[in-house]
């Protein structure tokens, strides 16, 4: 086999067939030198040479790019822990193109964790993934009963009394972040509904609802978490203003004279904020919001509610999970923070980057 300096000497000065190999990955093609195209040949042997030539010491290989961890959220499983659904996030679903694709992606004899604001509470290994479309993107999977012969499984097999816990989420055990014991859920602060109310009100104004409106604004979810790690909590709050003229009853006239009203008229709004402590006060800001003007009877936006948190990535930051919850519809957002220069927090959806968290309908 050619080194990287000798096999370019040899496809300058020689006939040559070049074929992909792992020295020289590109594409298969076959040059025949002539002597009109020589000097070309040398310029692009010598590009090729400046990378090939380099020592190995000093090569700098780009960085391993990992998918994205599968997450979940978990919604019920049979009494005996024998199937397990769970909301596959629509974000994961729209970057590998279908819920399928999700499912496939899934080898059976994978091993997941049961996970509790970031605490793992069980972990199962799935015979078999099946993947559904009702009422959002639902992955069932079949646990497997443990093989004593794999030291990997735990003799008992899994625990199905882990299941009757709260806010559990789903995470693929292999890429779990478990560099040490943190805490992120506190228990929040009686009478602390005011304070976010009082905080947050302004944000609704940029989304483009008027000052009179603010005073309906009401909490929908709220948690108290501590997301960068100083051992002091977070706020997130689920909010909501709903449309003060939407029709209350199922009557068909009077819903067809509000949806006729221009959409302006009929908006409603939804958002995540997160309030953080600067000093002795509170600065809250956005998450993740939603406009959308009501379209049919019995219409309602969607509410928000922080579900669980896990770190994935290492950057000792968590990854946010989200609930969305509609009127016949469940939905799960994972965000992910990304810090700027000046420290101020920016999110993103974990599974598709270059999608804006800001949803206007």
Same mark, same amino acid.
């Given at each position: 086999?050619?080194?990287?300096?000798?096999?370019?000497?040899?496809?300058?000065?020689?006939?040559?067939?070049?074929?992909?190999?792992?020295?020289?990955?590109?594409?298969?093609?076959?040059?025949?030198?002539?002597?009109?195209?020589?000097?070309?040949?040398?310029?692009?042997?010598?590009?090729?040479?400046?990378?090939?030539?380099?020592?190995?010491?000093?090569?700098?290989?780009?960085?391993?790019?990992?998918?994205?961890?599968?997450?979940?959220?978990?919604?019920?499983?049979?009494?005996?822990?024998?199937?397990?659904?769970?909301?596959?996030?629509?974000?994961?679903?729209?970057?590998?193109?279908?819920?399928?694709?999700?499912?496939?992606?899934?080898?059976?004899?994978?091993?997941?964790?049961?996970?509790?604001?970031?605490?793992?509470?069980?972990?199962?290994?799935?015979?078999?993934?099946?993947?559904?479309?009702?009422?959002?993107?639902?992955?069932?999977?079949?646990?497997?009963?443990?093989?004593?012969?794999?030291?990997?499984?735990?003799?008992?097999?899994?625990?199905?009394?882990?299941?009757?816990?709260?806010?559990?989420?789903?995470?693929?055990?292999?890429?779990?972040?478990?560099?040490?014991?943190?805490?992120?859920?506190? !228990?929040? $602060?009686?009478? &602390?509904?005011? *304070?976010? =109310? @009082?905080? %947050?009100?302004?944000?609704?104004?940029?989304?483009?609802?008027?000052?009179?409106?603010?005073?309906?604004?009401?909490?929908?979810?709220?948690?108290?978490?501590?997301?960068?790690?100083? !051992?002091? $909590?977070?706020? &997130?709050?689920? *909010?909501? =203003? @709903?449309? %003060?003229?939407?029709?209350?009853?199922?009557?068909?006239?009077?819903?067809?004279?509000?949806?006729?009203?221009?959409?302006?008229?009929?908006?409603?709004?939804?958002?995540?904020?997160?309030?953080?402590?600067?000093?002795?006060?509170?600065?809250?800001?956005?998450?993740?919001?939603?406009?959308?003007?009501?379209?049919?009877?019995?219409?309602?936006?969607?509410?928000?509610?922080?579900?669980?948190?896990?770190?994935?990535?290492?950057?000792?930051?968590?990854?946010?999970?989200?609930?969305?919850?509609?009127?016949?519809?469940?939905?799960?957002?994972?965000?992910?923070?990304?810090?700027?220069?000046?420290?101020?927090?920016?999110?993103?959806?974990?599974?598709?980057?270059?999608?804006?968290?800001?949803?206007?309908?």
């Amino acid at each position: 086999m050619l080194g990287g300096c000798s096999a370019i000497t040899y496809i300058l000065f020689g006939n040559i067939f070049l074929d992909r190999s792992p020295i020289m990955p590109f594409r298969q093609f076959t040059y025949k030198f002539r002597h009109a195209a020589l000097g070309s040949l040398i310029t692009l042997g010598i590009a090729i040479g400046i990378n090939a030539c380099v020592s190995p010491n000093n090569d700098k290989k780009p960085e391993e790019t990992k998918s994205p961890v599968p997450m979940f959220l978990f919604i019920q499983a049979s009494p005996d822990g024998k199937t397990i659904e769970g909301i596959v996030p629509s974000d994961l679903v729209e970057q590998l193109g279908s819920l399928d694709r999700v499912i496939q992606s899934i080898p059976v004899g994978s091993k997941f964790s049961l996970v509790q604001f970031g605490k793992p509470l069980g972990m199962f290994q799935v015979s078999a993934v099946r993947g559904s479309d009702a009422f959002g993107a639902i992955a069932s999977f079949k646990v497997q009963e443990p093989n004593p012969n794999d030291k990997n499984q735990p003799a008992k097999g899994f625990d199905p009394t882990v299941l009757r816990q709260s806010n559990l989420t789903i995470v693929a055990s292999d890429r779990l972040v478990n560099k040490e014991d943190r805490t992120y859920f506190f !228990n929040c $602060p009686s009478k &602390i509904q005011p *304070l976010v =109310l @009082d905080k %947050s009100r302004n944000l609704f104004l940029k989304l483009g609802t008027n000052q009179a409106a603010t005073s309906q604004v009401a909490i929908a979810s709220l948690v108290c978490v501590d997301i960068d790690g100083d !051992n002091q $909590p977070e706020i &997130i709050a689920g *909010l909501r =203003l @709903d449309n %003060s003229q939407r029709p209350t009853g199922f009557d068909p006239q009077v819903w067809k004279d509000f949806l006729s009203r221009p959409a302006l008229e009929r908006q409603e709004y939804s958002m995540l904020v997160m309030l953080r402590k600067s000093g002795n006060d509170w600065n809250a800001e956005p998450i993740l919001t939603h406009t959308r003007a009501l379209s049919y009877i019995n219409d309602s936006v969607s509410s928000y509610a922080l579900y669980g948190i896990q770190e994935v990535n290492g950057d000792r930051y968590p990854e946010l999970i989200v609930k969305e919850i509609g009127l016949n519809s469940l939905d799960v957002r994972v965000l992910t923070p990304n810090i700027d220069a000046q420290g101020k927090w920016q999110w993103r959806s974990y599974y598709q980057n270059q999608k804006s968290l800001n949803i206007v309908q």
